[in-house]
């Protein structure tokens, strides 16, 4: 099988051979560094205890210098495994994500269009260079002397321009027998929807061409001259030789550069990276008019550990970094994460070096923050922490982004990071004289009545659970038409008997049976023991929805306390399961206000029961009385007999 040229290349470029190689060897730590992915350890291929076998990230290389053993991330597949070449190739893109091509003839033919739309590309470079220099340009080049871009700047970046005219490059290229489908093929016109002929994307802008890795023009980005002009920079429309989320501005020479050490910068726009080239800053970047998505980051990673990303100060830029934030997390490895540079409110790369020069570049450079502190930046900005809810929020909206990594390692020192952020701002001092829980001499104060009284204290908790359980399913046995009312409900319940859980199932499935066909249909799957059971229970017998069979109303009033009870319950466990974890990271006053508000809310429910058996009486009916309103009805009655005169 023929591979269509550029693949490998591709393949190569995206692979990481530190990762890649990682797999079966251990990193020397005293010899390697990561950061520059300068890696050693023992040669996989011959017996040794020295790390003499060297792996270069950067350039995609290993060399063993005892067996001698080198090569690059394919060749290394191939050793490991006992492949073929082709069987490495399909391995290592499988974990990059690129499709295979396709096995069938026709895989030289979309090779050839590519190399065919490639050759109309380096036409149209041409043809716009050519443009810029004649006197429908002369605003243009205005425009790039104004950015101080003189002419060996125009010639580095092969700066062109399209005239604003409809059919200017495309009557250029069908002159020079350039056949239609090819100029469309490679987004250079549109076709008319007028019956007219096609159009030029590009139409009075200045053209800077976009290369890939091997060097191939893929496509233009185009910045309008004319300011009423609805986008003021212009991409080229994807096509078989552009993706546009996989593509970065100055990919290849920024490579070069940070091989030879030159941090990668990350800026927003073309003339940025011109720029910061210009100021000495060789290995910068820029996306292409889109938010970084995920394949550019790891294109980013595989040229630099740790690429500083430099935003505008304004709104936008911060918000581009957040998002990229959240885009970042969950990829995070060791020795591979982002620092941020925002620049003053106002300017870009370009503005800052030109107006206060690279010094000042450079200096912002070495402030860059790491992620860690513009994440707490993001969540804590602007805002005030004056109260346990509002800190339990701000431990919430971390825990949360916290979770997001991967990396188990890097996930606890984030935790460890964030919560010594936070005790910097949340400092434990108290004031002297201040509220505190515990009594005179640090005694503990004494308990509530209401305390000592709370089943939560008195009973088992488990016991609790499973017993509300069985009311609940015993009510549903003997009143299932109200079964469809709280299916949702039902579904959820996470019953911690098992025989409880084999009846809800039952109960589910055998809803529109009725009664004696629910009861049959549940002992003719698992016999007569769990029903039987579950109404011997004392608790069961007394409750108003099992003592008043088929009454709804009644049903429905003890469904409603029970599962209420139940998720209170569920609730408080919860939180002390989560409260656990966050003692490692994230314990403070706020962790203490969440549990006593979930183990409240679980008081009141029970609470809610014990009054409801203080104030209320059942009536013959099944439904509640309130003692207060039965007394006074009687009084009245009294009344109303001693006022009414005897006959």
């Given at each position: 099988?023929?591979?269509?040229?550029?693949?490998?290349?591709?393949?190569?470029?995206?692979?990481?051979?530190?990762?890649?190689?990682?797999?079966?060897?251990?990193?020397?730590?005293?010899?390697?560094?990561?950061?520059?992915?300068?890696?050693?350890?023992?040669?996989?291929?011959?017996?040794?205890?020295?790390?003499?076998?060297?792996?270069?990230?950067?350039?995609?290389?290993y060399y063993c210098f005892g067996c001698h053993a080198k090569g690059d991330a394919l060749s290394f597949v191939q050793q490991t495994e006992n492949v073929g070449f082709m069987e490495a190739v399909e391995i290592l893109a499988r974990e990059v994500g690129m499709a295979m091509p396709e096995r069938d003839p026709r895989a030289q033919q979309k090779a050839d269009r590519r190399s065919e739309l490639a050759e109309v590309m380096e036409q149209a470079v041409q043809f716009f260079r050519l443009q810029l220099k004649t006197g429908a340009a002369a605003e243009a080049r205005a425009y790039l002397g104004r950015r101080e871009l003189d002419a060996k700047a125009i010639e580095r970046w092969e700066i062109g321009f399209a005239p604003d005219g409809w059919q200017g490059l495309w009557d250029h290229l069908r002159g020079k027998g350039v056949a239609e489908d090819l100029i469309l093929g490679a987004g250079l016109a549109k076709p008319s929807t007028k019956g007219k002929k096609p159009y030029d994307v590009f139409r009075n802008r200045i053209m800077f061409p976009i290369r890939d890795l091997r060097g191939r023009c893929i496509a233009f980005g185009g910045r309008a001259m004319d300011p009423k002009d609805s986008a003021k920079y212009l991409n080229s429309p994807?096509?078989?030789?552009?993706?546009?989320?996989?593509?970065?501005?100055?990919?290849?020479?920024?490579?070069?550069?940070?091989?030879?050490?030159?941090?990668?910068?990350?800026?927003?726009?073309?003339?940025?990276?011109?720029?910061?080239?210009?100021?000495?800053?060789?290995?910068?970047?820029?996306?292409?008019?889109?938010?970084?998505?995920?394949?550019?980051?790891?294109?980013?990673?595989?040229?630099?550990?740790?690429?500083?990303?430099?935003?505008?100060?304004?709104?936008?830029?911060?918000?581009?970094?957040?998002?990229?934030?959240?885009?970042?997390?969950?990829?995070?490895?060791?020795?591979?994460?982002?620092?941020?540079?925002?620049?003053?409110?106002?300017?870009?790369?370009?503005?800052?070096?030109?107006?206060?020069?690279?010094?000042?570049?450079?200096?912002?450079?070495?402030?860059?923050?790491?992620?860690?502190?513009?994440?707490?930046?993001?969540?804590?900005?602007?805002?005030?922490?004056?109260?346990?809810?509002?800190?339990?929020?701000?431990?919430?909206?971390?825990?949360?982004?916290?979770?997001?990594?991967?990396?188990?390692?890097?996930?606890?020192?984030?935790?460890?990071?964030?919560?010594?952020?936070?005790?910097?701002?949340?400092?434990?001092?108290?004031?002297?004289?201040?509220?505190?829980?515990?009594?005179?001499?640090?005694?503990?104060?004494?308990?509530?009545?209401?305390?000592?009284?709370?089943?939560?204290?008195?009973?088992?908790?488990?016991?609790?659970?499973?017993?509300?359980?069985?009311?609940?399913?015993?009510?549903?046995?003997?009143?299932?038409?109200?079964?469809?009312?709280?299916?949702?409900?039902?579904?959820?319940?996470?019953?911690?008997?098992?025989?409880?859980?084999?009846?809800?199932?039952?109960?589910?499935?055998?809803?529109?049976?009725?009664?004696?066909?629910?009861?049959?249909?549940?002992?003719?799957?698992?016999?007569?023991?769990?029903?039987?059971?579950?109404?011997?229970?004392?608790?069961?017998?007394?409750?108003?929805?099992?003592?008043?069979?088929?009454?709804?109303?009644?049903?429905?009033?003890?469904?409603?306390?029970?599962?209420?009870?139940?998720?209170?319950?569920?609730?408080?466990?919860?939180?002390?399961?989560?409260?656990?974890?966050?003692?490692?990271?994230?314990?403070?006053?706020?962790?203490?206000?969440?549990?006593?508000?979930?183990?409240?809310?679980?008081?009141?429910?029970?609470?809610?029961?014990?009054?409801?058996?203080?104030?209320?009486?059942?009536?013959?009916?099944?439904?509640?009385?309130?003692?207060?309103?039965?007394?006074?009805?009687?009084?009245?009655?009294?009344?109303?007999?001693?006022?009414?005169?005897?006959?």
């Open positions: 099988m023929s591979l269509p040229p550029g693949f490998l290349d591709e393949l190569r470029s995206r692979a990481s051979l530190a990762r890649v190689a990682g797999r079966k060897v251990t990193w020397d730590p005293r010899k390697s560094n990561q950061g520059k992915g300068d890696l050693w350890a023992p040669c996989p291929f011959h017996q040794e205890k020295s790390a003499s076998f060297h792996v270069d990230d950067r350039k995609g290389f994807e096509t078989e030789l552009f993706d546009k989320g996989r593509s970065l501005f100055n990919h290849a020479p920024a490579r070069e550069a940070a091989g030879k050490g030159a941090p990668l910068i990350v800026a927003e726009g073309y003339m940025d990276v011109i720029a910061l080239d210009a100021g000495g800053f060789h290995a910068a970047v820029a996306p292409l008019g889109t938010a970084i998505t995920e394949e550019q980051l790891q294109l980013m990673w595989r040229i630099s550990p740790e690429p500083v990303i430099a935003l505008d100060g304004d709104t936008a830029g911060l918000r581009a970094a957040m998002r990229l934030i959240d885009l970042a997390l969950p990829l995070l490895e060791a020795g591979q994460s982002l620092r941020f540079v925002i620049l003053p409110e106002g300017q870009d790369p370009d503005d800052l070096i030109r107006k206060s020069g690279a010094p000042a570049m450079q200096a912002l450079l070495d402030a860059a923050i790491p992620m860690v502190k513009l994440l707490w930046q993001r969540e804590t900005e602007g805002r005030v922490f004056d109260s346990p809810e509002r800190k339990a929020a701000l431990d919430k909206a971390l825990r949360e982004k916290i979770k997001l990594i991967r990396d188990p390692s890097i996930r606890g020192h984030y935790g460890e990071e964030i919560k010594a952020l936070r005790q910097e701002l949340f400092s434990p001092r108290r004031e002297r004289g201040a509220w505190s829980p515990r009594g005179p001499k640090g005694a503990p104060a004494a308990p509530l009545s209401s305390t000592r009284s709370s089943p939560l204290v008195i009973s088992d908790d488990a016991a609790q659970v499973r017993l509300r359980e069985a009311v609940v399913l015993a009510t549903l046995i003997v009143t299932p038409e109200v079964i469809h009312t709280y299916e949702a409900e039902i579904e959820r319940l996470e019953c911690s008997d098992p025989d409880h859980h084999r009846l809800r199932g039952l109960i589910l499935r055998h809803a529109d049976a009725g009664p004696e066909g629910l009861r049959a249909g549940i002992v003719a799957e698992i016999g007569p023991g769990p029903l039987e059971n579950l109404f011997s229970l004392g608790h069961v017998a007394i409750a108003p929805g099992v003592r008043r069979p088929g009454d709804a109303e009644v049903a429905h009033m003890t469904l409603s306390e029970e599962l209420a009870k139940l998720h209170a319950q569920r609730g408080l466990e919860a939180e002390i399961d989560e409260a656990v974890e966050d003692l490692h990271h994230l314990a403070d006053e706020a962790l203490t206000w969440r549990l006593s508000q979930a183990a409240e809310a679980r008081n009141r429910a029970i609470r809610s029961e014990q009054q409801e058996r203080t104030d209320y009486d059942t009536g013959a009916n099944g439904a509640r009385i309130s003692r207060d309103e039965r007394d006074a009805f009687e009084a009245l009655l009294q009344r109303i007999g001693h006022a009414t005169p005897k006959k």
